[in-house]
């Protein structure tokens, strides 16, 4: 696998970026006009998605990093109820539908393959490399002081 450098690195979160971006403009259409609370919760969910990816990555803890795709995972699914909605009002088209659909799917598939591959490694994130290193942990530093 390829080392990862930063969060844009990661497949699921460009996917997620893809994701909020295309949301944003189908919810910004006419068709929603009536509905700002659904649009604005579809925006909110698909932010989310991204947000907490990157959230998740800062953290720099493997623990913390699941946590977080976790809530992203989930984001999408919320999201994925939110078109069945959208697409029942009539305020997408069932094109539309299909093409948001497989897009927040993707996304989260992609998120939990990463869990996966997360939950599967003995890499603890650098937040605790010190301790993984055999190193002096944060806390050894605070007592030592």
Not at 11 to 29: G, R, V
Not at 79 to 107: C, G, N, P, W
């Amino acid at each position: 696998m390829t080392t990862i450098q930063s969060f844009e690195d990661i497949k699921a979160w460009q996917s997620a970026q893809i994701l909020a971006t295309s949301i944003h403009k189908i919810t910004s259409a006419e068709s929603f006009g009536h509905n700002r609370e659904l649009r604005n919760q579809m925006q909110r969910a698909a932010i989310s998605v991204m947000s907490n990816i990157a959230e998740g990555f800062e953290r720099d803890g493997r623990k913390e990093f699941i946590y977080f795709l976790s809530i992203a995972k989930a984001s999408a699914g919320e999201l994925r109820s939110q078109l069945y909605l959208a697409m029942e009002m009539d305020h997408i088209t069932k094109d539309e539908f299909h093409v948001m659909s497989s897009l927040a799917y993707e996304t989260s598939r992609l998120i939990g393959g990463f869990i996966n591959y997360l939950k599967s490694t003995s890499i603890p994130g650098t937040k605790f490399k010190a301790e993984h290193r055999g190193g002096a942990s944060k806390k050894d530093d605070q007592e030592r002081s």
